[in-house]
Nanobody, 123 residues
């Protein structure tokens, strides 16, 4: 079992930046492919970004491409989501996720999930 702990959410204004962090609790992040998802009120959870366990491969949702950057520091056992130029439509509960398999498309359902961290972007 992998427990994921997110941090870094908050209330910001349009155009601001925010960095989310996620750490697996009690185990190494090695060999785990990591991802971020988000869920806005009244909407389904959606994919945001993914990174392979080596950090060599990344994928992004079209809506965040060019504004968000996913990265990982295996030595610190932490994965990050740097979010720049935030927009009100980025407001959501952001979830960190992990799986031994890498993101494979819209039907990908990671095995492990965090509790989420709230990001709110005011107009």
């Amino acid at each position: 079992q992998v427990q994921l702990v997110e941090s870094g959410g908050g209330l910001v204004q349009t155009g601001d930046s925010l960095r989310l962090s996620c750490e697996p609790s009690g185990r190494s992040m090695n060999y785990l492919n990591m991802a971020w998802f988000r869920q806005a009120p009244g909407k389904e959870r959606e994919f945001v970004a993914a990174i392979s366990w080596t950090g060599g491969t990344t994928n992004y949702a079209d809506s965040v491409e060019g504004r968000f950057t996913i990265s990982r520091d295996n030595a610190k056992n932490t994965v990050y989501l740097q979010m720049n130029n935030l927009k009100p439509e980025d407001t959501a509960l952001y979830y960190c996720a992990a799986d031994r398999k890498y993101y494979s498309g819209p039907n990908f359902k990671p095995a492990y999930w965090g509790q989420g961290t709230q990001v709110t972007v005011s107009p």
